[in-house]
């Protein structure tokens, strides 16, 4: 089933929103003109991401600065899991994600 999370139209850079979707708290980006949907929590501690700093593909976790590849979901700088990047879904002028 398509979930919509926002229209095409309103996806600029530096575009960042977060939606809850079947009990998940996500967070859509647009980073160098590309969307990114991701759950909105460090796999760290569990911070949320939605206030997170951001430089080029780097997402920094404002709680413990723990840095992201958002490419790989990788961190770059300490011992901790992915990021859980999820896969986006397109339906004629939305995207969204199918669940």
Known sequence: MFVALERLINLQDGYRRTFKVAGHDLLLLVVEEQPVLLENRCPHRGAPLHDATL??????CAR????????????????????????????????????
């Open 64 to 99: 413990h600065g723990i840095e992201f590849d958002l490419r790989s979901g990788r961190p770059l700088n300490g011992q901790c899991a992915s990021l859980s990047l999820l896969r986006l879904a397109y339906d004629g002028d939305r995207i969204g994600i199918d669940i």
């Open 55 to 60: 430089s080029g593909q780097t997402l920094r």
